[in-house]
């Protein structure tokens, strides 16, 4: 396997409100991403998603603890985060190894109370987002309005990047507000692929109103946008893009995008969204040192970081361990260095040396060996004999230890 370059991963994850399509969502990235042979409606009872609970049930295989999809050359591992409430301190643990997520509120109800927890864990690990609105097929859904709950129910500066044309059953595509050209899907199905066309006259004002508000929030964050702008009376979409992309990472806005994943519309973009809008490993601060004995949060404003960088010595997290027929796989997230399969590492953090045995990257429904991951990577281990979750694994040159989630998150009665 050749070695990822940094600027090329994306390590996300996934968050909504229970039944507002997560599985659906993450079965189209998937499906899009070449990776999944397995495609089936959620009610069919045969999704990638559920075979694997299946193949779990029997105890023979991988679990979805993080899984790799390529798409426009760009590594996208997609990390389990459990959307049920009872799974406050899962996903928790999940969102410290993510760089960035895809938050999905539905077209009908909008921003739900589970949505709203979420979105505050995301907010405390400053995880960049960018929101899907999904389920714009339904009857009664309404863009604008579930948009409005976005400002409403969590107060934030969002920013619609695509509007839908047509909705309910006549959902037909979408407005692209960053290049100003309607993508208009053909065929209902699987696989079905959008086209280029004019915007619909219809929409021609409210294409122009949206774009106005993202060129004002471009200008607002970024001055080589600024000038440009005074100088030719707009910017390029590479310049939009750029600017976007860096709201979402220093949270200033939050980019929106539509559709439906259960008519395959609105994934395809939403896929180059992730690539064009969330962050790589080193667009973003490195993972920090764990907290000295006795410290407390903030005192110590020059704690050490670790950048993403594969020269320096490794470092990475152990974030979720899960049993099957082979023994414990480790699911690590690597921040920085290169690690070969046979390698010693330290646990830095029980304070004991580890052999790596073997190392696999999990993709939807396969499990591919690898020889070595390196920095942004994210694999599972076999062979750590005594190595738990939230556990730092470092070379011996640098033991260092790792910031881990540490409190429990209070949960919230949404009945
Ligand atoms: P999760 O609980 O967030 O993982 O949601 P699921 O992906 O399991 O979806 C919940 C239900 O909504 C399932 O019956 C899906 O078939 C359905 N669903 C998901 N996405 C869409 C969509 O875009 N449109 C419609 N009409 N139904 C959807």
């Known amino acids: 396997m050749a070695r990822t370059p940094l600027d090329r991963i994306r390590n996300i994850g996934i968050t909504a409100h229970i039944d507002a399509g997560k599985t659906t969502t993450t079965e189209r990235i998937l499906y899009y991403t070449g990776k999944s042979h397995r495609i089936g409606e959620v009610h069919d009872g045969n999704t990638t998603t559920d075979y694997m ?15 790799t999809a390529v798409w426009n050359d760009v590594r996208i591992n997609v990390i389990d985060t459990p959307g049920h409430i009872d799974f ?3 996903v928790n643990r999940s969102l410290r190894v993510l760089d960035g997520a895809i938050f999905i509120i539905e077209g009908v109800a909008g921003v739900q109370p589970q949505s709203e927890t979420n979105w505050r864990l995301a907010d405390r690990y400053n995880v960049p987002r960018i929101i899907f609105i999904n389920k714009l097929d339904r009857t009664g859904a309404d863009f604008y309005r579930a948009a409005a709950t976005l400002t409403e129910k969590l107060g934030i500066n969002w920013i619609a990047l695509q509007l839908p044309i047509g909705i309910e059953d006549t959902l037909k595509g979408i407005v692209d507000l960053v290049t100003m050209k309607a993508l208009i899907w053909e065929g209902d199905d699987l696989g079905a ?19 106005q508000i993202l060129l004002d929030n471009a200008l607002s964050v970024d001055n080589a946008a600024m000038e440009e702008y005074f100088d030719k009376g707009d910017v390029s979409v590479e310049t939009l893009k750029r600017c976007i992309k860096r709201g979402t990472i220093d949270g200033s806005f939050r980019p929106v995008f539509c559709g439906s994943a259960f008519k395959n519309k609105g994934v395809q973009p939403l896929l180059d969204g992730v690539v064009d809008y969330l962050p790589s490993p080193i667009d973003i601060p490195g993972i920090r040192v764990a907290l000295e004995e006795g410290e407390e949060e903030g005192q110590n404003p020059d704690r050490r970081v670790i950048p993403a960088n594969e020269d320096s010595p490794f ?3 152990a974030f979720k361990i899960i049993n099957d027929k082979y023994g414990n796989l480790t699911f690590v997230r690597v921040y ?3 690690l070969k399969t046979g390698d010693m590492v330290m646990n830095t953090t029980k304070g004991h ?4 045995g073997r190392m696999f990257q999990m993709h939807a429904d396969k499990r591919e060996e690898i020889k070595e991951v390196s920095a942004g990577d994210i694999a599972a281990f076999v062979g750590l004999k005594d190595t738990g979750t939230g556990d730092t694994l470092a070379d011996q040159s640098d033991p260092v230890v790792l910031e881990r989630m540490a409190f429990p998150v209070p949960v919230i009665d949404i009945s």
């Not at 040396?353 to 790596?356: L, Q």
């Open 53 to 67: 609970e299946q193949e779990r049930e029997r105890g023979i295989t991988i679990t979805s603890a993080a899984v």
């Open 88 to 90: 406050n301190i899962e």
């Open 193 to 211: 692929q959008y086209h280029e066309e004019e915007i619909p006259d219809d929409l021609k004002e409210k294409a122009a109103e949206y774009r």
């Open 315 to 317: 470092a990475g997290l």
């Open 336 to 338: 920085a260095g290169v």
């Open 353 to 356: 040396k580890e052999r790596v």
